[in-house]
């Protein structure tokens, strides 16, 4: 089965971890910090955020999928 555009961000990123304010830049525009923010409020962000310091970080393909699970064919 071919790439898909997810599992493709997570190979470019080329680190196991995105910093929350780093996410517009790991998925293309298409999310944001505060977008990410207001999610894990909820309890409905990406699974498995964790803090260094006072940097919010998730699992880069924890991201990636939750991103995959909020995306929709236009």
């Known amino acids: 089965?071919?790439?898909?555009?997810?599992?493709?961000?997570?190979?470019?990123?080329?680190?196991?971890?995105?910093?929350?304010?780093?996410?517009?830049?790991?998925?293309?525009?298409?999310?944001s910090g505060k977008l990410l923010a207001n999610h894990d409020a909820l309890g409905v962000g990406p699974k498995g955020k964790f803090t260094i310091g006072r940097k919010v970080c998730y699992p880069t393909v924890e991201l990636a999928n939750w991103l995959r699970s909020r995306s929709s064919k236009a």
């Open 1 to 31: 089965m071919a790439e898909d555009i997810f599992d493709a961000m997570v190979t470019a990123w080329g680190s196991p971890i995105v910093a929350r304010v780093e996410a517009q830049r790991f998925a293309g525009g298409g999310t």
